[in-house]
C-alpha cells in the first residue's frame, strides 16, 4: 500500500498543479551527537510557486512498522534570491567572514538562507495561504482515497479534516500546521507536530 499512496499523492499533485513529481532523496542526519550518520528516505518535489516566485515544495515521509502505515508530509515556503540582501551579505562580508567561516565549513552555517526573502505583500501571503491548503487536502485526499480503496474506513479521519489541515496567518508570521515562515526566512518544522495518518 506505501507505492500506492505515493503514486496517488504524486497523481494528485501533477493534477492540481500540473508541476512537479515526488521524487525520492536520502537526507542525512550529520549530528554531531551521532557516531554514525543516518540516512532516510522521502520524497520531494516543488510543486509549485506564487507570482511573486514563493516556491511551495513538498516534502513526503512514508513508514511502514509491523503493518501500521505512518504518512508525514510538510509544505515547504521558500523566498527568492534576493540582490539588496545579496549585496548587503557580500559588502559586509570582510568585516563579518571571521564568524560564520567556520561553522560555515563545518555545515552549521546556511549562507543561501541569509539573502533569500519572501516577497512582502499580502497578496502574496494570500496565495501561499491558498497553495499550501490545495497542497495539503491534494495529500490528504489521495490518502483517503487509497485507504478507502483498500476498504479501510475513513470515517474518522474526514470527521478530522479540518483538525489536521490547521492553517492560519496571524502576527506577521505565516504558520502552515507545523510550519512558520517568518521575516528571516527561516522554515522551522517540529516533528511533534507533523501531519500523521495511521
Sequence with gaps: MKDE???EIDRKILRNFRFGKLLPTNLIDK???LKVY???LFY?????HTNRATNVTIALKVDV???IHVI??????????DVNKKLSFLAFSPLTLWFWILPYLRGDY???DKIRSIYPSAFNDMDAETLTKLGHKAVFDAIVLVLDNNGIDTSDL???RNNVMNINVSGGKFQVGNIVQGSMNKVSAKLGRTKNVV
Excluded at 520531494?44 to 509549485?48: F, L, P
Design 5 to 7: 499512496i505515493i503514486k
Design 31 to 33: 549530528d554531531k551527537n
Design 38 to 40: 543516518e540516512s532516510r
Design 44 to 48: 520531494i518535489s516543488q510543486i509549485t
Design 65 to 67: 512498522n509491523n503493518g
Design 72 to 81: 508525514r508530509w510538510w509544505l515547504l515556503l521558500g523566498g527568492f534570491v
Design 110 to 112: 546556511d549562507l543561501l
Design 158 to 160: 474526514l470527521h478530522q
